[in-house]
């Protein structure tokens, strides 16, 4: 396999060619304000190595923060005309009731509550009011609305009553952009329902955006197909991404320790991301990022995304240092260490400088760093280094010395030995490490339910069924599926054994 | 009569206090918690009144949901639902209704009678009968002062209603009122039976609403400034902490409608070497310093993030979290035999004799 992974960050956009699971090339060019070109320098950076001569490429995979940053920064965003399946329950908390007030003034376009949903086993909560639903649609059509979340109570057991809702809208708003909750997984009604919500918000973007990656692959004259990446560390292909956008939020720091993984082939260890700002510290398991089980807000809305399990803390290399204290991040320079290090002319003194005045890095001007002498440069590395060990001790989950893994620009601030590590590992090509996480995304498929009276292993099995065809249904090959993660939950107060089974198989894309 | 009012902020500091006194159970008051932020933006207000207030022949009316937080976490909370269960009761019985009192302050349970006061213009009165969360209708101070346990009345959001009109004894309306919510979808919006001012003067856990805001604020503030919210909560509760360590291992089954298992500590700092062990059934139970019981129901045994000081609960609870385990004072009623054969160590299947953490 010949692939090419890109990371289209805040300020750079990187990108890697892998053959035959071998890291080729990578490099960086700097991320545009209209993404195309970016794209486009990094891959010209890429030809222009001549790597790209010969055998065709079999796939691109990009990852982006570009959906979650529309979310932060409240730009980009469609107006959602939410439609909840469900009353008479709930009136009193209708959708958007618990978002931040300036976000929901951007995308609230309008609230319609009708009778439907279902009970937790498998009665209708309410028969699905279709009249309800069509004259919905029409006020949405008067308002002019084009896109929208509906939501259904435990759509996740049963997402008939969506699915028809669906019909019903598209009928009256053909080519409405329409998001079901139940396509976003988990029990939780407000949370399924903000991540629906949220999907709709980011329609037009993500048509813009993947379009705008197209036009990028068109014009380098790469054919092959395009997948973006998830928040997961799995790849969905450009149409699906296209039609939730959620699902590839926070795919940067998963990018990060999947391709962390890869480089040191090891599947299960503690990952350090240094970047120039702040540090990610998460744990591998099986080679993918642990994941967060609670509840995970995007720009103030609470959602229940699939996201890594990350602990983040103020140190990167572009952090300003201060000497008496010794004090390290978290402020930093970011993207302008190299007009405001000591090194590059500047006037500020950051972890960077501190490198090249120890003599690790050998980059700028060191005549500038010179008055460092080696045992103040020794305070600071250690004071990182003590920041660096807090964090990992934090996201340990067992106890005794573990392997660690340190990527990301600033990985040279992660020392050699650390107290609760047996063993730190840097990695070539550490410094794109997203966007080789990105090149080997595979692809994946997610059960979250409840089953009833099945005995444990038929639940499971259950489950693992649906899993295996959701993720073929996404693009992965049925051949190479594995479950990475199988755990059931055993729930008081229901009647009968009833079971919550949460089931995810990856496997690789799927030839062409 | 001295009427306090109740704060939206305080009721956020109610939000955090009551789901550290739910010990491990009595699920999220998020819901309730978002019901009075719309409510209080659309002008309602609640005021909270010292059950001392209360004259002998007033009637109170002691409200909860009951059921599964998971229906919860889909069908949400109208607040509307719980002042109907009310409004049944005083329907059914003809009694007029003078203040509206939490069963449990536990958990989620603790807003119930905020929704319910914030629509009936009625105060809510400061005081449960828990203290606390517990799984089942038998284990509250009513039932220890063998009060009666019916009429109840039980609504869902449908417009179903009950009334369980009779029943001899609180395990009895626990069985039936169960079999009434199961069918109504596992969640059921429940008015107990009516309690007189007298009765809740003598049997009712006084000044919990305010103890869960304390608690809760003291938490609040430690976070806003960075402090130790784990000492901040013991600067204004006699608590002791138990252990300080990070969970190692979680197991749960359910059995007979209960999520019932242990989660296991490593100790860390002070405790580091050591391990204990805690069983739960929706609550935390009984605790194990090293196989030894040190701590043990009545007893509140209160599970905490170690950094936010906000509770884990024993359906959250996983690998790898760093908490400490803390020890409140229980209510004085459930220390007598009686209190103790309703919710003691052998009221749970542990067979122990119960010594508090409290005892000198």
Not at chain 1, 201 to 225: H, K, N, V, Y
Not at chain 1, 448 to 463: G, H, N, T, W, Y
Request: net charge negative; proline share 5%.
């Amino acid at each position: 396999m010949r692939r090419i992974g890109i990371d289209v960050g805040g300020t750079n956009t990187d990108a890697v060619l892998i053959d035959e699971g071998k890291v080729i090339r990578a490099v960086k060019a700097p991320t545009s304000q209209d993404v195309t070109t970016g794209i486009l320098d990094s891959l010209r950076g890429l030809a222009a190595t001549g790597v790209l001569k010969g055998r065709q490429i079999d796939a691109v995979m990009i990852g982006t923060t570009h959906f979650v940053n529309a979310v932060i920064q409240r730009r980009n965003l469609t107006k959602v005309a939410a439609l909840r399946l469900g009353m008479p329950a709930a009136a009193s908390l209708p959708p958007f009731c618990d978002w931040p007030e300036d976000l929901a003034a951007v995308v609230r376009g309008g609230i319609w509550m009708v009778e439907g949903g279902h009970e937790y086993d498998g009665r209708p909560f309410m028969p699905l009011d279709e009249a309800a639903v069509i004259k919905a649609a029409a006020e949405m059509k008067a308002a002019g609305l084009k896109s929208v979340g509906i939501s259904a109570i435990f759509s996740p057991l049963d997402p008939s009553h969506e699915r028809r809702a669906a019909e019903l809208v598209a009928e009256v708003l053909p080519g409405a952009n329409i998001t079901c909750s139940c396509d976003l997984g988990r029990i939780g009604l407000l949370e399924r329902e903000n991540a629906g919500l949220l999907n709709a918000a980011l329609a037009d973007l993500a048509r813009d955006t993947i379009a705008a990656f197209e036009q990028a692959m068109g014009e380098s004259g790469i054919a092959a197909p395009l997948f973006i990446t998830q928040n997961d560390g799995t790849v969905a292909e450009a149409r699906q991404a296209r039609r939730l956008p959620v699902y590839s939020f926070a795919s940067g720091a998963t990018n990060s320790m999947r391709g962390a993984a890869y480089l040191s082939g090891l599947q299960d260890a503690m990952v350090v991301d240094v970047g120039g700002t702040t540090t990610d510290v998460g744990q591998l398991k099986h080679g993918f990022p642990r994941e967060a089980n609670s509840v995970v807000e995007v720009g103030g809305v609470r959602t229940l995304f699939r996201m890594p399990d990350l602990w983040t803390f103020g140190l990167g290399g572009g952090s300003h240092v201060e000497l008496d204290p010794v004090k390290v991040g978290p402020i930093s320079v970011g993207y302008r260490l190299l007009t405001e290090g000591l090194a590059f002319g500047g006037r500020q003194l950051t972890a960077t400088d501190i490198a090249i005045a120890a003599g690790m890095l050998v980059l700028g001007d060191k005549s500038q760093v010179e008055h460092l002498d080696a045992a103040t440069c020794q305070k600071v590395l250690l004071e990182a280094a003590r920041m660096a060990d807090e964090a990992i001790d934090r996201m340990k989950t067992e106890a005794g010395d573990v392997l660690l893994i340190a990527v990301g620009g600033g990985a040279f601030l992660i020392p050699e030995r650390l107290p609760g590590v047996s063993r730190v590992i840097h990695v070539e090509h550490g410094d794109c490490a997203n966007a080789v996480g990105a090149a080997i995304a595979q692809v994946s498929g997610e059960c979250d339910q409840i089953f009833k009276d099945l005995p444990r292993v038929e639940a499971l099995s259950a489950a693992q069924a649906i899993a295996n065809d959701r993720a073929v249904a996404a693009g992965a090959a049925r051949a190479t599926l594995k479950t990475i993660e199988s755990e059931d939950m055993p729930l008081a107060y229901l009647p009968g054994n009833s079971v919550r089974v949460r089931v995810r198989v990856v496997g690789d894309v799927a030839a062409n | 009569m001295p009427l306090r009012d109740i704060t939206l902020d305080d009721i956020e500091s109610l939000a955090v206090g009551a789901w550290i006194l739910g010990t491990g159970g009595g699920g999220s008051p998020y819901l309730g918690l978002l019901n009075m932020r719309v409510l209080y933006k659309e002008g309602y207000r609640v005021r909270l009144m010292p059950a001392s207030e209360l004259a002998d022949d007033d009637w109170v009316a002691a409200v909860s949901a009951m059921g599964a937080p998971l229906v919860l976490q889909e069908r949400l909370t109208d607040s509307r639902t719980i002042a109907r269960a009310v409004e049944l009761i005083e329907r059914h019985t003809g009694c007029r209704f003078g203040g509206i009192m939490a069963l449990e302050i536990g958990g989620g349970n603790s807003l119930q009678p905020l929704m319910a006061a914030a629509h009936l213009k009625l105060p809510v009165i400061d005081a449960d009968m828990m203290g606390r969360a517990y799984p089942e209708a038998q284990m509250t101070s009513a039932a220890v002062g063998d009060l009666k346990p019916c009429p109840l009345a039980t609504v869902d959001v449908r417009g179903l209603e009950s009334i369980v009109e009779k029943v001899p004894t609180w395990k009895w309306m626990e069985r039936i009122s169960r079999k009434i919510c199961v069918e109504y979808g596992s969640i059921a919006s429940t008015c107990k039976a009516p309690r007189t001012g007298a009765e809740v003067k003598k049997w009712g856990i006084h000044g919990t609403t305010t103890k869960a805001i304390a608690i809760g604020h003291a938490v609040r503030e430690a976070q806003r400034r960075h402090d130790d919210p784990v000492a901040a909560i013991l600067s204004v509760e006699p608590g002791k902490i138990l252990f300080r360590g990070k969970v190692v291992d979680v197991e749960r089954r359910a059995t007979e409608g209960f999520l019932r298992g242990r989660a296991k500590l490593d100790g860390a700092e002070d405790d580091r070497g050591s391990m204990l062990e805690i069983a739960f059934q929706n609550e935390w139970i009984v605790a194990w310093r090293n196989g030894k019981p040190i701590a043990m129901s009545p007893d509140l045994i209160c599970v905490l993030d170690s950094v936010a000081g906000e509770a884990v609960g024993t359906e959250t609870i996983r690998y790898g979290q760093r908490v400490t385990v803390v020890a409140l004072p229980p209510p004085p009623v459930f220390l007598s035999e009686k209190g103790l054969q309703h919710v003691g160590p052998r009221a749970f299947g542990y067979d122990l004799d119960f010594r508090s953490v409290f005892a000198a």
